[in-house]
């Protein structure tokens, strides 16, 4: 079971990122919380999206995963999806978010923080958190995007 969650969020959910952190602490995750600290006014989603997305694929002792919040999840989804070794996964409903790791093996998952109600964001983590990867099939695909990732960093 996931066990570490590293957390990230720019100004748009900045409101919102205490609510989630106490619900995913009380469900007895451990939350490394690398989001926006402060309501600085606008800031950068690619800063914490790389920070994100490269402690969860530099933690190798752990089976961690990353959460990312901007006003879309877009932003940080195309940012986290830049770091090697990363499947990222864009949610936008309680559907998406069980597929994201039943059919993908998504490592992080982005959510729109504008797009969303804090209760609709956390079903989606908690359905993302509670679905296991069913391999098989689904494995068959994530080998061809490794083998694909591996032959164009050679």
């Known amino acids: 079971m996931i066990k570490k969650i590293y957390f990230g969020n720019d100004h748009a959910a900045y409101e919102i990122k205490d609510q989630i952190i106490t619900h995913l602490k009380q469900k007895g995750y451990q939350i490394i919380d690398e989001g926006a600290?402060?309501?600085l006014g606008s800031v950068d989603y690619s800063t914490y999206?790389?920070?994100?997305?490269n402690d969860v694929v530099n933690d190798t002792k752990n089976d961690s995963i990353g959460i990312l919040?901007?006003?879309t999840g877009i932003g940080m989804n195309i940012a986290a999806s830049k770091v090697h070794g990363?499947?990222?996964a864009l949610v936008y409903?309680?559907?998406s978010a069980k597929l994201a790791k039943e059919h993908n093996n998504a490592n992080i998952i982005t959510i729109g923080a504008r797009e969303n109600s804090l209760n609709q964001i956390l079903k989606m983590i908690d359905d993302?958190?509670?679905s296991k990867f069913l391999g098989e099939r689904h494995?068959?695909?994530?080998d061809?995007?490794?083998k694909y990732e591996k032959e164009q960093n050679s």
């Open 128 to 130: 993302f958190l509670t």
């Open 86 to 88: 990363t499947r990222v």
């Open 49 to 53: 999206a790389l920070k994100v997305a």
């Open 69 to 71: 919040l901007c006003g």
């Open 93 to 95: 409903n309680e559907s």
């Open 144 to 146: 061809i995007i490794a």
């Open 37 to 39: 600290q402060a309501a």
């Open 139 to 142: 494995q068959k695909r994530l």
